[in-house]
């Protein structure tokens, strides 16, 4: 997995020294992240314009913030084309999954051993899976 630190005025290492929030993106594939200080990107779409993408590509990235102590706290939308999968509920299943996985290595290779959830305001998609 490339990951790009996006440090601006805020440098990534700093902040993981001082445990500060870090907001990330990770594409889909797992092939891709961006990670910054919180405080530097504030929103995920911010994050992504400021490493050169137009924002708009929003829909192809599982989206966190983390620290360690709070651990990764997953923005849980999922896109209505994600994979083709035209049946919710499978398209659902199937993005919980592949984020657990893609996120979950993010966090190993970043060095965070961190529990991974989703705030409730989020969870109405989880409805489809029960």
């Not at 929103?43 to 992504?48: A, G, N, R, Y």
């Not at 192809?60 to 360690?68: L, Q």
């Not at 290595?105 to 991974?116: N, W």
Request: charged share 30%; glycine share 6%; proline share 3%.
């Amino acid at each position: 997995m490339e990951i790009i630190k996006y440090d601006g005025n805020l440098p990534v290492d700093e902040a993981m020294k001082a445990d500060e929030p870090l907001l990330a993106v990770i594409s889909f594939d797992g092939e891709k992240a961006i990670v910054s200080h919180i405080d530097e990107a504030v929103e995920h779409h911010i994050l992504l314009r400021k490493a050169g993408y137009t924002g708009t590509e929003i829909d192809s990235f599982f989206r966190i913030a983390v620290d360690r102590a709070e651990g990764a706290s997953w923005t849980f939308i999922c896109p209505a084309d994600y994979k083709g999968i035209s049946d919710k509920t499978r398209r659902v299943a199937a993005f919980y999954k592949d984020g657990f996985s893609v996120i979950s290595r993010f966090l190993a290779e970043i060095g965070y051993l961190a529990d991974i959830s989703i705030p409730k305001r989020y969870r109405r998609h989880m409805e489809e899976l029960k």
